[in-house]
């Protein structure tokens, strides 16, 4: 039976609402798991799910400098924004790094400018303000807005804020130069598998910490890498066959789904400051997007 775009584009706006529980779903199986051994069960069962959906890659017939450019920032920003979120010190900073790394739409459209050597107009420069001061109102935390709010928030873990990130900033990279060196190949099955590769070399040269293996665990994995593999095949199919103008402007609005979802997974409460922070990023992303729509 032959896919339409409605059906395409409703698998879009699924895969938009899976994507939005990873933060929770994610933080919620390094607890059971370990940070580095929970990311690599993770990605591994995704790979399988993302074959059993896709078929094995045809690696013959990538581009080279796709193949590498590509399989380096994906499996970069994945590896990085995993585990930022395994190595939070708790589950309201591992919500606060989900929204670190909700600053990739504007970094991507920034660089989008640059590399069409574009002039920065004025209101793409505020959407990008606007969004980074959403960014600092969500991590300065219960406290008001202040410079030692933010750098003590961060000091408490450096190597989470760090890595959060730069795997913004990663992903922005790959979703240019993707569009620019794929040759309408779509590397997403061998960049999962070779993401679970290196999380595993991770875990081998590392102090893992013990599984806690239980039902409950268990079936939370599975949901995990399910809804990590299911997001990505149909968000393939989506872009392809979908409303793609539609699709784009919903993802948008995705600090926002995510935020809600985490708060409720986690069941971690969220202060109004911090919600002002999301809907500022998310403003600020889609004043972004307005500014370079021509």
Not at 18 to 46: C, D, H, K, Q
Not at 171 to 195: D, E, P, Q
Not at 222 to 239: D, E, M, S, Y
Request: charged share 5%.
């Amino acid at each position: 039976m032959k896919l339409g775009r409605h059906a395409a584009t409703f698998y879009g706006v699924v895969s938009i609402l899976l994507w939005s529980t990873m933060v929770g779903l994610v933080r919620s199986t390094s607890e059971n798991f370990g940070p580095i051994g929970g990311a690599a069960l993770i990605y591994s069962i995704g790979s399988l799910v993302l074959v059993a959906v896709m078929g094995l890659p045809k690696i013959h017939l990538f581009p080279k400098r796709y193949l590498f450019w590509g399989a380096f920032l994906f499996v970069s920003y994945e590896i990085c924004f995993i585990l930022a979120l395994g190595l939070a010190n708790n589950r309201q900073q591992a919500i606060e790094l989900g929204m670190v790394n909700y600053l990739w739409p504007s970094f991507t459209i920034a660089l989008a400018v640059l590399f069409n050597r574009q002039r920065f107009s004025v209101l793409l420069i505020i959407g990008l303000i606007l969004a980074f001061v959403g960014l600092l109102w969500v991590i300065s935390g219960d406290q008001p807005l202040s410079l030692n709010a933010i750098l003590s928030n961060i000091q408490s873990n450096p190597l989470s804020y760090a890595l959060a990130f730069i795997g913004a900033l990663l992903w922005a990279f790959y979703s240019n130069i993707t569009k620019r060196m794929s040759n309408g190949c779509n590397g997403m099955v061998l960049f999962f598998i070779m993401t679970s590769i290196g999380l595993w070399m991770l875990f081998i040269f590392s102090t893992p910490a013990p599984f806690n293996i239980s039902v409950n665990s268990v079936s939370l994995l599975l949901v995990t890498a399910i809804a990590t593999g299911g997001a990505n095949a149909l968000w393939t199919v989506a872009i392809i066959k979908g409303n793609v103008a539609f699709l784009g402007t919903l993802s948008y609005f995705t600090p926002v789904i995510s935020t809600a979802f985490s708060s409720m997974l986690l069941s971690t409460a969220l202060t109004l400051g911090f919600w002002q922070g999301v809907l500022m990023v998310t403003i600020g992303s889609i004043t972004c997007f307005i500014a370079t729509r021509r």
